[in-house]
């Protein structure tokens, strides 16, 4: 099974957890693969970038992790945004289309 | 930002970090149910699945690690494992551990307790307000107390025509010849005790704030006034309990009811700040009166400057003052005013020890270097040792960061406990010497492992650590490991680097310690020759006891002749030769008087002063003076007799340059006149290395001028058994028990000799220490290099080379290294030495022989060091050499 099909640029993990996360509270695992269905399974994320990602956010202080019940009745650990997070989904998500603009202006007009 | 949810975080994983790591493995394995459960789904068996999901998850140790490093707590946790291995490696090796950890101890002990002392005595701010803006005022810079005192009267216009100082107060100089005896309520003595006399202003002027009770005051200051005292904290301590209700109470000193008006602060002993070696357990008022003015030139002045004027400015204030005054007496009374010298309160007190202590603090320091390169040294090779082990981390990946971090952290381990060992044995030292009153150190009663001292030596104890571990562990950032795997394969010696390293620190250990005994030994040698000078009197044999009348006498001729009775019945008992009595003992108290000749055509002659005691007539043989010419006292000499002097030969060449002394006439202390019967040896009444000075004896039948009473006996017997030989006449013939206060005449010697003797032993120790951890150091290096050279010695050997030439051929190495060490540590030592110069009697800082003794010393033991080694490579069998690995 290859790993990342598409290798993230650095800190485009961090704007999809994010955003996925502006919907609600969801763990680790549920994250990964929400993120393989939207993206029709062309960005896989290795657990191995994910749950440091995961960490290093809420050391920041955009998320915050609760421990809650799972689908499966499994204890696990749910992340949800803080005030700070949602700021920081809208700041970063301006910031790529602003970014993915500038790209496609240039292969349009390259 | 602060980002408050990160510190908590990172807080909660340090406190409870064994939670944090158990989330996270929580989290982790649901995730990889999660995947296996999904794999399951899709239709493959449970096994499959979950193999699946361990291999997509890709490294669970490695996520985990990853994670770690977002919380910032990675270094932590590695920090654990590796002290952990590295305490688990450490114990592998308990005799390489033990002797560093000792080593490391016995540095960092020494280091702490250098430290503590320095700090106490040189450091620390004196225990008085805003010490910076106390000023020491005396007279002359000269060796009598009367020389450096002022009289009242002066010392009362220098406090009141200055504008430099805010206030000024001053304590009597003379104290310690005054008797002074706390009695129960039925008369019983309980203490001989010191009360020094202090002046109005003087409690003020330093800024003491009492324990207890208050100051003297109103009447109290007068002349005569009623009796009060001031307990010193100790003496309220040790003989009232530290019983609170005491202030305002009476007690019994001389006979007399005296008021205990408060307590001294435990922070302020009047004694260890100025008078240190003599105790003081009470402070007693002295009045600024005529009366007291008249005692002549008495007094020390303490002042404290306006806000803002410097010391220098203060001073010069005084010295116009001190000029008024001059001009005003003229040329008479000129012996009631010397000079004015000012210097800070602190220059005073620690001056004289500054030199001395800083050279002790160098020389400690230069053990704890020694003691460093020696511990770098067994790493480096312990660290060849482990080579194989290092590359092979190496190689499967560990970061080099990694590896130098484990060796750092083990020499920090051994640091470590050093650390706790050394701690321990400052505890014990700094104790002991704080115990020891006998020392006229000032302040030194004070020395404590305080808070200061434990976060010195924490930090000496890191920088220890680092400074140990820093040279092998750099040795792993230049090593690739395939070399080094290569190079174990190959033969397992070190590189060049490392032999060049380790030959390099031996070399330094040897330079140390050469300095280190050249130093100890200039003081040694200057000991010897302060203990051969000529005393003036014979030490040996020979008690003193303090003794006295218990009762006030009539007159000066009734007290003569109860001590003259005294003396028959002790020189009565068996086995003694003769006892004399004396004022004051030589190496102790003294005080001035002037001495004026009366020249061949009855005009008086220049005078000049002179130590007097005031003895009996078997006080010179009691002593041991020798009497060059004329004769000393005699029996039959009475107040009605004709007045009659000794002088010492000093003082008469002084007055008669050659002219025979005997038969004149001089006036003494401008009170009376008297004839010189004969002239005595020069005793040693200030300190050893003093040059001679002016000494008169005066008969106590003829001078009332006596205030206490030293009996010297002199015997054969053996101390112990003088001593209560003595005892016994003394209650016999006082019928009360005499009192414990007796003393060798050698232990006077000794007493005016123990800062310096504390200094040459303390240096000679660390010099000891030194050397043996030099040799230590040396013989590692070389008894290593042999190690290593096994083969080669086992080729040379079995292709015909002697047992001789492979022995110099390892000999020729440790001289090599031997050789450059002492010619360095003997430049360092001649450029270092001359700190020793204030410290050193008839020795000159570069004296030759000290320089060549011990550089063959160091010599000696380092090529024995080296010899052993060369010895045992010699004689190794060839066969056995060759089948090593």
Known sequence: ?110 | MVKWDSVWIALKSVFRNGKVEDELNEEVSFHLEMQTRHNIEKGMDPETAKKKALKSFGGAEKTKEDCRDGWGLRLLSDTRRDTAYGIRQLMKDKGFAIVSVVTLGIGIGACASMFSLVNAVLLKPLPFEDPERLVWIQSAKAMGLSAQTHTVDNFKEFRDENNSFESMGAYFAFFDYGAYIHADERGNMIARVRCAGITEGFIETLGIKLALGRNFEGSEWAFNGPPSVILSHSYWKSHFNSDRGVVGTNISINGRPTNVVGVLPASFDFDSVFTPGTEVEMLVPFPLSEETNRYGNTIFGIGRLKEGVSVEAGGANLKLVSDRIKERLGSQHRRFHHHMNTESLDDRIRGPFRTAFYVLSVAVGCVLAIACVNIANLLIARSNGRRKEFSLRAALGAQRWRLIRQTLVESLILSGWGLALGLGLAYVATNWISGLQAFSIPMIQNVSIDGYAIGFVVLIAGVTGLGCGIFPALQFSRSAPFEALGDESQRGSSGRRTVWLRKGLVVTEVALSCLLLVCAGLLIRSFDRLLDVDLGFEPSNAIAWRVDGGREFESYQERANYYEALLDSIEALPGIEVAGIADTLPLGRNRQWGIVPRMNDGERGPGTGAFPRVVNHSYAEAMGIEVLAGRFFNAFETSESESVIVLNKNLADQLWKGDDPLGKTVFVNGRFEAKVVGVVSDVKHNSLDAAPSNEMYLNFHQIGDFMAAEMVVRSKLSTELLISTVRKGLQEYTGRPPSNEFKTLQSLVDHSVAPERLFKDVLSAFSLVALVLAAVGLYGVIAYSVGQRVREIGIRLAIGASPGRIRSMILTEGVWMTAIGITIGLLGAYGFSRYLSGMLYEVSTTDPFIFALNASVVAGIAILAAFLPARQASKGDPNEALRVE
Request: hydrophobic letters at 35%; glycine letters at 10%; zero cysteines.
């Open chain 1, 1 to 110: 099974m290859p790993r990342d099909k598409q290798d993230l640029l650095q800190g485009t993990l961090d704007l999809l957890i994010l955003r996925i996360l502006l919907s609600g509270p969801r763990h680790g695992y549920d994250i990964a693969k929400h993120i393989q269905l939207v993206s029709k399974e062309v960005i896989q994320v290795g657990q191995g970038s994910l749950y440091p990602s995961l960490h290093r956010l809420e050391q920041r202080g955009y998320i915050k992790a609760k421990w809650d019940t799972s689908e499966t009745g499994r204890r696990a650990k749910f992340y949800l945004l803080t005030a700070d997070g949602k700021r920081k989904a809208a700041e970063e998500e301006s910031r790529w289309k602003e970014f993915t603009g500038a790209v496609n202006l240039i292969l349009q007009k390259g």
